[in-house]
């Protein structure tokens, strides 16, 4: 397989079937309080692992007390998420420019959704229209994340835009598996723990 950039700079052989740019929902098999209901953007999945951040976490921490420059680009509701449970106190920004798909410098994920890096100035991403910021990231070793496919832990599924910026993210997974047109959909009324069925 050829190498490929991936959008963290990390160069790795792809792997087939790769989740990166699409999103991880968890299936109601998964037991993991870290990821019960979760929805997530992968930024990158190849041979020597994968990398991810939830989507559907927020703590209620306004993210211009911690970086106030940003404030002007914040999509509602303006507060910090929890990316998954790897390095929570690393900060990492999720942006979306509308033209970026001839800049080499921007690595899309989706639809012109890449990351943004926190240590420059907002001034240099002038089309710059929504940032998310999350702590922390979800993280899988080589093979991991396969052997949690095979196992049916989550559903790989294709985003939209307005899933990484939701304005309602407490009920994003019920929208992402809501709007299915396979039997993934089936899934909307499981019931939340099994065991009470």
């Known amino acids: 397989m050829a ?10 052989p792809a792997v087939e079937g790769s989740t990166a740019g699409r999103l991880l929902v968890a299936t109601p098999i998964l037991r993991d309080p870290n990821f019960h209901r979760t929805v997530l953007l992968m930024l990158e999945h190849h041979e020597e692992g994968a990398l991810g951040i939830v989507l559907n976490r927020m703590v209620d921490q306004p993210v211009v007390d911690l970086l106030p420059a940003w404030g002007p680009f914040l999509a509602a509701p303006g507060r910090v998420f929890v990316g998954g449970p790897v390095q929570p106190e690393t900060a990492i920004g999720i942006g979306y420019r509308p033209d970026s798909t001839s800049d080499p410098t921007w690595p ?3 639809d012109g959704v890449g990351l943004v890096d926190l240590g420059k100035e907002p001034e240099e991403f002038p089309d710059l229209e929504r940032l998310r910021v999350f702590a922390g990231y979800a993280g899988w070793g080589p093979g991991q994340l396969e052997f949690e496919l095979a196992a049916g832990s989550w559903f790989v599924l294709d985003g939209h835009l307005g899933d990484v910026f939701t304005p309602k993210p407490e009920s994003l997974w019920e929208e992402v598996v809501g709007r299915q047109r396979s039997r993934v959909r089936l899934y909307l009324h499981h019931p939340v723990d099994p065991r009470m069925n």
């Open 3 to 12: 190498d490929e950039r991936s959008t963290t700079g990390r160069t790795g």
């Open 108 to 110: 899309s994920v989706l």
